[in-house]
């Protein structure tokens, strides 16, 4: 009856070291003291899970963006050890603990449907689709709690580009990974596996939608939602999806995983909205991870001025 | 044999020492969230901790009559009050953390919240049938209402436990295996104390009611009474 995560014997956030002075510590014991001025130098180049993930190197030269906030970011540590990624376990330390199984090589990402020109793109192709940028962004899940992490990704749009959707074009439908070897809480019936989420293609192309490959200027820790999932900045959490294997351009609007699983507490859109309450609990407010006390929650997470006007004229009490 | 016959009966020093020690007990789940890295949102953790504990040690309670009548052990009823009011206990720190932590004493809010909120709506009915449990449950005030008033009052201690268990169930956003397992666990209680219950004869029932209250109230001449019946 424990909350388990609690009193694993986890060092307090205050002695947490952040994911950049661990790297740099790693260079700087790798090249010893003779060369610690060339270490300090390539301080981004290499991490954990870059080593892990069989990357050379990490992100450097990272474009930065003016989408990006210049609050304070979430600690590296609290953004990949408190996750909602079912597909591991429903606790919020399930996926820190769980996610190793998950295989991020080879990996491909099936883009199909209404394109020109679809086709099958590797994940090391992705990476160079475009040059990638950090994005710092606000993350609001819909559990009522927040964080700020600062991603490395690329516009979709600009894969969706490379496919030439046709004209008939008028939704994205995102697709996870089905595999419970790899993903052993696909053996439960929690949800309809695969997990599938969906965008409306002028979401999908807006400048704001991401495709993230990294975060923290690392590669994507599994637990995240390696090797590369969406980021929507203005919806709740869920909307972006992890671990993506297929993306398919579709006339109809998809049926997501959270629509089937409780069609009256989650809509298509699900944009972040302090006045449409959960059915069950209020948006109003949100606790930012580090915080004690709540803050209120902006509308569309507070890029209404990049998306409100996608919106004009709905009623968002309709399409919530 | 005589080792059961041992637990049948202890000493009333030896009740006194397991008392302690159940008190102490009691204290383990608030010590260690004293203690221990509460992770990457505090305020969930506590709230979910003394909501858990409120929780287990009203079933605790709930647990111990039938377990007295299974065991033989009388002495057990005497440790109830103990774990029942840690169950108000921790159900008081919940209900601050909310009130704190969550709404920073923004009452309107509250109001609102306790009034549109379902599962804040049953929580709070917990709590608030709690109150005249926890104020009734000394001596005197056993004393005062009378047995059978008495025990009729803390019969509310079903109410309790199941809109807690409801209070649980609707807060979860999809994965109800922890709310279900209260639920089951709550039918077999519920279901064992309806099996032990005393026959409803007038007599049986106002002899039966007495002798458990007194037990709550610590008497052991009545306790060795009840085990006679």
């Known amino acids: 009856m424990l909350i388990k995560r609690a009193f694993s014997g986890d060092p307090k956030p205050s002695e947490i070291t952040d994911a950049k002075s661990y790297a740099a510590r790693r260079c700087f014991l790798k090249f010893s003291c003779a060369t610690a001025m060339g270490a300090a130098l390539m301080l981004p180049t290499e991490s954990p899970w870059a080593e892990e993930n069989g990357l050379a190197a990490d992100f450097n030269n990272l474009k930065a963006s003016p989408f990006s906030t210049t609050e304070e970011k979430t600690s590296f540590r609290d953004a990949t050890r408190y996750n909602n990624f079912y597909e591991f376990g429903t606790a919020k330390g399930d996926p820190e603990r769980n996610a190793h199984t998950l295989r991020v090589r080879p990996w491909t990402v099936a883009v199909e449907g209404e394109a020109g020109k679809p086709r099958i793109f590797d994940i090391d192709e992705l990476l160079k689709i475009s040059p990638l940028e950090e994005r710092i962004y606000r993350l609001r899940c819909v559990e009522a709690w927040s964080m700020v992490i600062p991603w490395v990704g690329f516009p979709l749009a600009e894969l969706l580009k490379r496919v030439e959707p046709t004209g008939n074009a008028k939704f994205v439908e995102f697709t996870t990974l089905h595999d419970p070897e790899q993903m052993p809480g696909q053996r439960s019936t929690m949800l309809d596996w695969p997990y599938v989420e969906g965008l409306r293609l002028d979401e999908a192309r807006h400048p704001l939608t991401i495709l993230a490959v990294g975060l923290y200027g690392n590669v994507l820790p599994k637990q995240n939602g390696a090797p590369i999932r969406l980021i929507v900045p203005w919806k709740y959490g869920f909307k972006s999806i992890k671990s993506i294997v297929r993306i398919r351009l579709t006339e109809e609007p998809p049926l997501t995983t959270w629509m089937k699983a409780a069609p009256r507490e989650y809509g298509f859109y699900a944009n972040v909205n302090p006045e449409v309450d959960h059915p069950r609990w209020s948006q109003a407010k949100e606790r930012r991870i580090g915080d004690f006390l709540k803050r209120p929650t902006l509308m569309f997470n507070g890029y209404g001025e990049q998306v409100a006007h996608l919106y004009s004229g709905m009623d968002l009490q309709k399409y919530f | ?229």
């Open chain 2, 1 to 229: 044999m005589k080792q059961a016959l041992k637990l049948k009966h202890l000493s009333n020093p030896a009740i006194h020492r397991l008392k302690l020690v159940v008190f102490l007990a009691c204290l383990i789940p608030l010590a260690r969230l004293a203690v221990a890295d509460l992770g990457a949102d505090p305020v969930d953790t506590l709230t979910r901790s003394t909501g858990r504990w409120a929780l287990n040690f009203l079933f605790i309670s709930l647990a111990i009559t039938p377990l007295r009548k299974f065991t033989g052990w009388l002495w057990l009823v005497r440790l109830r009050r103990t774990v029942a009011l840690y169950s108000f206990f921790y159900a008081c720190l919940h209900l601050g953390v909310y009130v704190v932590f969550d709404q920073f004493f923004d009452w309107a809010a509250i109001v609102r919240d306790i009034a549109k909120r379902p599962y804040i709506t049953a929580g709070f009915f917990s709590f608030v049938l709690l109150v005249p449990l926890a104020i009734t449950s000394t001596n005197g005030m056993i004393r005062r209402l009378g047995g059978r008033r008495w025990q009729h009052l803390h019969r509310l201690v079903y109410l309790i436990a199941i809109s807690g268990v409801f209070h649980y169930l609707w807060l979860v956003k999809r994965d109800i295996t922890g709310p279900a397992w209260y639920a089951l666990i709550l039918c077999g209680l519920l279901s064992a104390r309806m099996l032990t219950r005393p026959r409803v004869r007038t007599g049986a029932l106002d002899k039966g009611s007495m002798s458990s209250t007194i037990g709550v109230s610590g008497g052991t001449s009545m306790m060795v009474e009840r085990g006679r019946e």
